[in-house]
């Protein structure tokens, strides 16, 4: 069963969080279920760091980095170290609720019936993306309401580029036949809208009529491991990353006072692709920088998963917010707050929707959309080529005895 709250400690400050990942994305998603996980890693990851001060003073001259990026880090560095103690001072027991492991032998936790492998978006969308000028466009097109259950099957090129809506206030189902004609079924969350479709350069606005308080990214930044391991479709470089960032403010309309906020990697050239004061994502939005959200893996004993100096891998990724207009000024820089959590699958994002209502980004009135997403949440808007995803009721095992929950940080 499910925590009310998927924020485990947070300060009075609201500037260090301790949040469960899966218990986030259940409450935001499908509040009446518990989401299968992996094993929270018992310590941290061994890397292969330089074993003495000479040599890692080596490794750090061949970076080339300028003192303003060093100095950042070492910010970094000392924030997260104090937002541990605090975590530390002021938390008891594990830092993660406890987990249904999903695993090769999880046949008995998946509903009769349903496939035991997810349904391969990648392959399909691809296919059908080559044919995206022959398909229905959104463009002009008020969302299509999906019915309650029990739906028909469809055929992923009957929805694709197509927008669809749950307005009800139970949740839907939604049935795919995948190339083997095998039918997958989604969860799909009470009133969430989502165009299931490839965003590229050339792509036109699904939702032309709506400007968002809210926009979420997390965009697929270049990384060769994912593109090795096929996990999921990324950039091939920084070049093409650039050219479709820059795609979007002119395609999702935000709201005068909205807010975009972007999840990126540690390299400094995507941070810039964002922060640029006159090229950047934010200035083409029309947004300056308000707040930096550190997101720092740990153990469930509390131990980063990897050294906090590390030169080879950081423990942490950031999510970069921008507002307009922009908030009153507090000091150098934008605001820092540390979002501490277990990790799970691999790729898989804390949910934000609590946090962010919390430090008071969204509002019950407003319109939220994240885009490159790939789990639907109750309430938001959402485009891409795995929308759903994490909807599969596959990946989710069924709570006894709960009644219908909302969540009203995502209404």
């Given amino acids: 069963m499910q925590p009310k709250s998927a924020i485990l400690y947070a300060n009075p400050t609201k500037t ?3 949040l469960d990942i899966p218990a986030s994305i259940s409450l935001a998603a499908n509040p009446n279920s518990t989401l299968l996980s992996s094993t929270p ?6 890397l292969p760091e330089p074993k003495t001060a000479a040599a890692r003073a080596r490794v750090l001259s061949s970076y080339n980095e300028d003192e303003e990026i060093l100095e950042y880090e070492e910010g970094v560095r000392r924030d997260l170290e104090e937002a541990l103690r605090e975590v530390e001072r002021n938390w008891e027991g ?5 987990r249904i492991v999903s695993r090769a032998g999880k046949e008995d936790m998946t509903l009769e019936g349903e496939p035991e492998t997810e349904f391969d978006f990648q392959t399909y969308a691809q296919n059908l993306a080559t044919l995206s000028h022959f398909l229905p466009s959104t463009q002009e097109t008020p969302p299509l309401a999906l019915p309650l259950p029990p739906t028909p099957p469809l055929d992923l090129s009957d929805i694709y580029n197509l927008t669809l809506a749950n307005p009800n206030p139970t949740p839907t189902t939604l049935t795919l036949h995948s190339p083997t004609k095998t039918p997958h079924n989604f969860t799909i969350p009470p009133f969430s809208t989502f165009t299931l479709a490839h965003v590229t350069p050339t792509s036109a606005t699904p939702f032309p009529t709506t ?7 997390d965009p697929p930044w270049p990384n060769r491991s994912a593109r090795r391991h096929g996990r999921y479709t990324t950039s091939p470089n920084t070049s093409s990353i650039k050219q479709l960032l820059y795609s979007l403010p ?7 006072t909205g807010t975009v906020a972007v999840w990126t990697t540690n390299k400094p050239a995507h941070r810039a692709l964002i922060l640029d004061e006159q090229t950047g994502l934010f200035a083409r939005w029309g947004v300056q920088p308000s707040e930096e959200w550190i997101w720092l893996k740990t153990t469930p004993t509390g131990q980063p998963i990897f050294p906090l100096s590390s030169l080879w891998r950081k423990p942490y990724e950031t999510l970069l917010i921008g507002r307009r207009p922009p908030a009153a000024p507090q000091g150098p820089g934008p ?7 277990v990790p799970d699958l691999h790729s898989r994002k804390p949910h934000l929707g609590e946090m962010l209502a919390e430090a008071g980004f969204v509002a019950e009135c407003g319109s939220v959309l994240e885009v490159f997403g790939r789990c639907l949440t109750r309430g938001w808007w959402a485009w891409g080529d795995e929308v ?5 009721v596959g990946c989710w095992v069924e709570d006894e005895g709960r009644g219908e929950k909302g ?4 209404l």
Wanted: include cysteine.
């Fill in 94 to 98: 594990e830092w993660c609720v406890e």
């Fill in 250 to 256: 002119s395609k999702l309309p935000l709201a005068q």
């Fill in 16 to 18: 260090t969080f301790l």
């Fill in 41 to 46: 890693p018992s310590q941290p990851y061994a």
């Fill in 407 to 410: 969540s009203q940080f995502l």
């Fill in 211 to 217: 400007k968002f308080t809210l926009i979420l990214l």
């Fill in 335 to 341: 605001k820092r707050r540390i979002l501490i959590s």
């Fill in 388 to 392: 759903v995803r994490g909807n599969w």
